[in-house]
């Protein structure tokens, strides 16, 4: 007999869609509905057979392998964390009460995706709402060097474009949708208005709309590839709309300029509101990599990158981040938590990786996983382990466990290397 | 088994008023003499000490998605005020918004055991809860806004009153709340169109009800769920020149029910010459002393580096544009709203200075101390750590007049302050941050040393300087276990988080189903933490 376990919330990205049905018969999952292409891989691709710890690839008992990864931190003069964004908010507070005991450097995945957008607030604010105010509200989404249609394949229908809402009961037809990227993409396909702006030029274009918003006259006709007329008129519709929302990616933040990209799309929005109401949304890319934001900023003050080197949290972006880190050869080892720096991190960071050795939690196979001196093959956060998560917008979201496992959780595995460490 | 021999014990709710007396601790209760077997006991003399309850903070932002925001938001105010890690100690940074474990090593500190975070959003009240568990040392409890909340504002629309307190006692369970919170009634949603509210009977757009309304429905709601708590109130119309005529409309409205007015302070200016408020808390206390089911607390200014966060979003919208620099907002759906603005309160701004003023004399005019509380609406006005000094300029007319001088002559010319010679006793000072809020919260255990209460306790060495005095505490207990000695902390013990679980019709759970497929972009099941096991609250009892 199968039985179908309702509102489950899918851990992929950072949409956290909460309203999945799981079919499940004997411990197994049968059947994902709702889920988009890439949830269903999370539930669907996942080999829920427990797996005993390795140490240098050999199988060991748990108990072992936690005593290894202790000796390891124990005799580290300058270890690291890294990763947390596809772990629970339980394990990144664990992860975070290492870091404190041991006095490591503990560093999120924010660090490469959207650690300048955290910049960008730290440096101006942000103006921002929950998603359920953009389905309800919104008439005017400009999505910024961002492609949701690729990236978050619900969002459009669940938030921000074809989804109805309490003033939007027309869904799609009652909104106006702008997409600005330096390339066509699957979402400019779907845009009212795209503009294709010159690589390096969000920053000017950002600008002009910033003049143009306060009625400025720019001097030149087209700005970053965009004929000035067509900037006018998204700015006469953003001073006029009803709610607009902005939505930003790694378009602003990993081009030039990075964090004062994003900070200037902030001071846009927050200045739209003296004539209507706006707001802006990061684009977040894994499932809890805004908790990862949260838990840090609540337990040590700092978002990412943060030092417990000197016995209390200093923060330093491009000191303390994780590829700066191991570039730089500052860190002699390192506890990989749910992420898989192996095969993002540029070269000379994971060349350094492979030089020390590394703590590694994951549910499934990864670079960095093959080449962990300890590797704990723990349960998967909203398949076989429950927890909390934080969806892009900062709403807290409960992690279902639908399967049942003897694969214990990150949190427990820290939380026994937190007793072992000395 | 602890006793504190010897000491000078103010406990306004036991009638004990500087008296020499032994209190006595077991098991995390204070208990009478004979429970305990003296030979077995720990004895800490206190001859020459003053003993208190722990401190109970009303109203405090310390935890939650807003506060959470406040700290990422200014890495500035955290350095030079870090926490360093030892064995019993997490590490944190402080500041005017301090990490969890610094905000309850802080607290420790000063001899506070119980805070109240002021208010979260039910949609967020996962992460608040998440937070009050990294939150050592302290008792607490949340607050939900519910003053723009989009089932309650139907309800009032459509005439539906038992729905509406139905659906409050749904809420306040599935969100593990304490109380009923209302932040600029119907305010916070109009600023969703941009606009606001600024009379108590402007209409709400899209619902049609009135601030009004919405203070009477949640009001009386709360006095027939018999909660612990009253409503717990910040009106319309904050730091604006009409705020203390609608404060004083709002009390007026309130009449007949409990109500607890939060940072009356901010809600308490006239209209003043050349665009700067001036202080208009005769008429406010006035009104406060005439209403004996009302409470308040005070949110006073202290000069120096704070940080305004509120769910009220054309507030801090309004002072983003006056002020200038850093603003966040955070539209949540259905319910709620809020912002964020760094400031600097300096006694030579004549505007800060008149709210220093006002603060001051709402504490001075208010008569009964029952009915006004210590707070800094904390990091709004200032932070709790300045505790110390505010209870100074309470007891120490001197010193109040020291300060007077020292401010911009704006605030100074003609205040009433300077002509108001009171000063509060030791026993006062208990009442307003112990027995009196603790009353008011309901805690029957909290805010007292009668045997049953919770053995919350702070010890302090009796100085003429009172801001030296109770900065420093010489022992604080929490659970009857010694948690700070001679103002430093020294250990982490976990807190309780206090809930209710008022009754409601069952049928309302149907209702909320339907409206949250409509209304929400998170599903019923994962909203409401009714049948969650991880609870680890404890429900205080209605009635």
């Not at chain 1, 060991?60 to 270890?79: K, R």
Request: net charge negative; with cysteine.
């Amino acid at each position: 007999m199968s039985t179908t376990i309702e509102n489950v919330a899918c851990p992929f990205c950072g949409c956290l869609c909460d309203d999945l049905k799981v079919e499940t018969e004997d411990n197994e999952i049968l059947k994902v509905k709702l889920a988009c292409s890439s949830g269903q891989g999370i539930f669907m691709d996942y080999d829920p057979r427990s797996r005993l710890p390795l140490v240098d690839g050999r199988e060991v008992e748990w108990d072992e392998a936690v005593a290894e990864a202790a000796s390891i931190l124990s005799a580290a003069d300058s270890p690291l964390i890294y990763g947390l964004s596809s772990s629970a908010s339980e394990a990144q507070r664990k992860a975070v009460a290492l870091a404190d005991k041991i006095g490591a450097i503990i560093d999120s995945t924010s660090s490469v995706c959207h650690g300048p957008t955290g910049l960008a607030m730290q440096a101006v604010g942000e103006p921002t709402c929950t998603l359920g105010e953009v389905r309800d509200r919104a008439d005017l989404v400009v999505f910024w060097g961002c492609n949701p249609d690729a990236s978050h394949l619900r969002h459009f229908p669940r938030f921000s474009l074809t989804a109805k809402g309490a003033l939007t009961p027309n869904g799609r037809a009652d909104r106006v949708m702008y997409v600005v990227d330096v390339r066509p993409t699957g979402s400019s396909k779907k845009a009212d208005h795209f503009f294709q702006i010159e690589v390096g030029s969000d920053y000017e274009v950002l600008s002009t709309l910033r003049l143009l918003v306060r009625g400025g006259e720019p001097s030149a006709d087209v700005v970053g590839g965009v004929p000035v007329a067509e900037l006018k008129e998204l700015a006469e519709r953003m001073k006029s709309c009803r709610y607009g929302v902005a939505f930003m990616g790694m378009g602003l933040t990993m081009a030039p300029a990075r964090q004062l990209n994003v900070a200037e799309l902030f001071t846009l929005v927050a200045e739209l509101n003296d004539y209507a109401k706006f707001s802006v949304i990061p684009m977040r890319g894994h499932g809890n990599v805004t908790g990862a934001d949260q838990v840090l900023t609540w337990t040590t003050g700092y978002p990412f990158a943060v030092s417990f080197a000197r016995g209390y949290p200093l923060f330093m972006p491009g000191e303390f981040t994780a590829v700066d880190m191991l570039a730089r050869k500052a860190a002699d080892a390192a506890v990989i938590i749910a992420s898989d720096p192996g095969a993002h991190f540029p070269a000379a960071a994971a060349a350094h990786l492979e030089s020390i050795p590394t703590i590694v939690f994951d549910h499934g196979p990864s670079v960095v996983a093959a080449k962990a001196k300890v590797l704990f093959p723990t349960a998967a956060y909203g398949v076989d382990a429950g927890g909390t998560a934080y969806r892009m917008d900062n709403v807290p979201i409960p992690l279902k466990q639908v399967i049942s496992t003897d694969r214990p959780t990150d949190e427990d595995i820290l939380d026994r290397i937190i007793e072992a460490v000395s | 088994m602890l006793g504190i021999i010897g000491g000078r014990v103010y406990d306004p709710q036991n009638a004990k008023a500087g008296e020499i007396g032994d209190i006595w601790v077991k098991d995390g209760r204070i208990v009478a003499a004979e429970e305990i077997d003296r030979e077995h006991a720990e004895i800490v003399d206190a001859a020459g000490l003053v003993v208190m309850a722990g401190g109970v903070d009303i109203h405090a932002h310390i935890v939650g998605g807003e506060v959470n925001a406040g700290r990422k938001l200014r890495p500035e105010d955290h350095r030079g005020h870090e926490r360093t890690h030892s064995a019993a100690l997490r590490a944190g940074a402080g500041g005017t918004v301090p990490s969890t474990y610094a905000t309850g090593q802080l607290y420790s500190e000063l001899g506070y055991t119980t805070v109240m975070q002021a208010s979260t959003a039910p949609l967020m009240a996962r992460h608040t809860h998440e937070e009050l568990e990294d939150t050592p040392n302290l008792d607490n409890g949340a607050f939900m806004v519910m003053g723009n909340n989009h089932f309650v504002m139907q309800s009032i629309a459509d005439k539906q009153f038992d729905r509406a307190r139905d659906y409050v006692a749904w809420l306040l369970r599935a969100s593990e709340g304490y109380a009923i919170k209302i932040v600029n009634p119907g305010g916070v949603e109009n600023w969703k169109w941009g606009s606001n509210v600024s009379e108590l009977d402007d209409e709400v757009i899209g619902y049609g009800v009135t601030p009004r309304q919405i203070m009477e429905t949640l009001a009386t709601i709360a006095d027939d769920l018999e909660l612990p708590h009253a409503v717990h109130i910040h009106g319309i119309n904050l730091g604006r020149h009409t705020s203390a005529r609608t404060s004083i409309e709002t009390i007026k409205a309130l009449d007949g029910h409990r109500a607890h007015l939060c940072h009356l302070q901010f809600l308490s200016y006239g209209a003043g010459k050349g665009h700067v408020h001036k202080s208009e808390a005769v008429a406010v206390a006035q009104a406060v002393n005439a209403s004996p089911k009302l409470t308040v607390d005070v949110g006073q200014v202290v000069f120096g580096r704070a940080t305004t966060m509120t769910c009220d979003g054309p507030l801090q919208h309004n002072l983003h544009n006056t002020a200038g620099g850093r603003w966040m907002n955070d539209d949540v759906e259905g319910e709620s709203g809020g912002g964020i603005v760094p400031i600097v309160y300096a006694p030579g701004n004549p505007i800060n200075a008149t709210m220093w003023v006002t603060g001051l004399e709402l504490y001075l005019l208010i008569d009964d101390p029952w009915k006004v509380f210590l707070t800094t609406d904390h990091p709004n006005a200032g932070t709790f750590s300045n505790y110390p000094q505010i209870i100074r300029l309470l007891m120490d007319r001197g010193y109040r007049e020291e300060m007077l001088a020292s401010v911009h002559s704006r605030a100074r010319n003609g205040a009433v302050l300077a002509e108001l010679d009171r000063e509060y006793s030791l026993s006062d000072i208990a009442v307003i941050t112990r027995a009196g809020p603790a009353r008011a919260l309901g805690l029957k255990d909290k805010g007292h040393l009668g045997a049953g209460a919770d053995a919350d306790i702070a010890v302090y060495q009796e100085q003429d300087d009172k801001e030296a005095m109770f900065a420093r505490p010489r022992y604080v207990y929490k659970g009857g276990e010694l948690v700070a000695r001679d103002g430093v902390v020294l250990k982490q013990v976990s807190g309780r988080t206090f809930s209710v679980a008022p009754d409601y019709d069952p049928r309302i759970e149907d209702d909320m189903r339907a409206h949250f497929k409509a209304a929400y972009t998170v599903s019923y099941d994962n909203y409401a933490m009714l049948a969650d096991d991880a609870s680890c609250t404890e429900t205080v009892a209605c009635g």
